[in-house]
């Protein structure tokens, strides 16, 4: 039996120990989606983006310029990106929701020339557009030296983030992770967005992971490219158009004034007469106010919001039909 030193020893069990998620693109094992797969089903219809600095050490050098958002819309190429630069982030729509089924629900593209050089980013889903949940990330990778912008990194050492895997092959996320939290409808996710990790190991600008642990990835990256670079969202899993609130046409919504006073009214636009409730709930997804229960609704019906007693603040105004659920963001500014 060949014998190997205490020094190899140890090395084994360290990379034993910290690479434990699967491997990149083409190697057995791996997670990664071909961007040809059909698996996917759709891909996103709508980008908004925010940039980041090019290096967030260095703000006199600008944000990040390579790429707009519509390069995010569509099917992954594995060639054309939006920059976001550090700490930059786009939020990203679909025709039809997300759907939490069985096994991965979409997946996130990042165009990496090769398997070691990683740009990574956190992705968070919201089904209001106004509430965000990130999935829980890890990175394994040491934070102890800087990886700088020609550093190569292990995919092994990472989970939960964005850029793990090289051009064309994107990185997948199974919203059954998320299930059960307060204020997320896993079952219709309207929003994923996409936050750059700046991979600084300096206190002031860094990461961390779920476990508290900073995230080194390549940096600075002081140039227009700078950042994680977003090809594309594909969905694997889609809610069915029964379940669409941007496709029903049973209800509108309108809300006049916006922001809301004591002297505000809804007004109900519906297809037929049909039963309704309306609350109101906090950002936190929490109702705060029931203002009808059980309400027998006219075609065209106006409720007053008059006994309505709130802070002021922004809430979500929730309209609820046995087909649907509409919810409106509004904001109460009561003199």
């Known amino acids: 039996m060949e014998r190997i030193s205490i020094f190899t020893f140890v090395l084994l069990i360290v990379h ?50 390579s790429g707009d958002s519509s390069l995010v819309i569509g099917k992954a190429d594995g060639m054309k990106a939006v920059s976001l630069g550090d700490g930059g982030s786009a939020i990203v729509t679909f025709k039809l929701p997300i759907a939490n089924a069985t096994g991965n629900d979409f997946a996130v593209f990042e165009n990496g020339f090769n398997a070691t050089f990683l740009e990574l980013a956190f992705v968070e889903v919201s089904s209001d557009g106004i509430n965000y949940f990130r999935f829980p990330a890890t990175s394994n990778t040491h934070d102890t030296v800087q990886l700088d912008n020609a550093a190569d990194m292990d995919a092994r050492r990472i989970n939960n983030l964005a850029g793990k895997y090289r051009a064309s092959y994107g ?85 006049f004034p916006n922001p809301v006073t004591s002297a505000s009214s809804i007004r109900l636009e519906l297809d037929k007469t049909q039963t309704i409730t309306i609350d109101v709930l906090d950002l936190t997804g929490r109702q705060v106010a029931a203002i009808a229960t059980d309400f027998q609704a006219q075609l065209s019906t106006t409720i007053s919001l008059e006994n309505m007693k709130l802070k002021n603040g922004a809430y979500v105004l929730r309209v609820n039909t046995a087909q649907a659920v509409v919810k409106k963001k509004i904001v109460i500014a009561n003199e």
């Open 16 to 65: 034993t120990a910290f690479a434990q998620f699967d491997p990149p693109a083409g190697q057995a094992g791996t997670k990664a989606m071909y961007k040809d797969s059909t698996a996917f089903v759709a891909w996103a219809t709508g980008c908004q983006l925010k940039r980041g600095y090019q290096d967030i050490s260095n703000p006199s050098l600008g944000y990040t310029t």
């Open 171 to 255: 990185t997948p996320f199974d919203l059954e992770e998320l299930s059960g939290i307060s204020g997320l409808d896993v079952n219709r996710i309207t929003h994923v967005r996409i936050v750059d990790v700046v991979g600084s190991i300096l206190p002031a600008y860094a990461s961390y992971d779920k476990n508290g642990k900073k995230i080194n990835d390549p940096w600075a990256t002081p140039f227009p490219t700078g950042g994680f670079d977003l090809d594309a969202v594909g969905i694997i899993h889609q809610a069915p158009p029964a379940s669409i609130l941007e496709e029903l046409t049973s209800i509108r919504c309108e809300i």
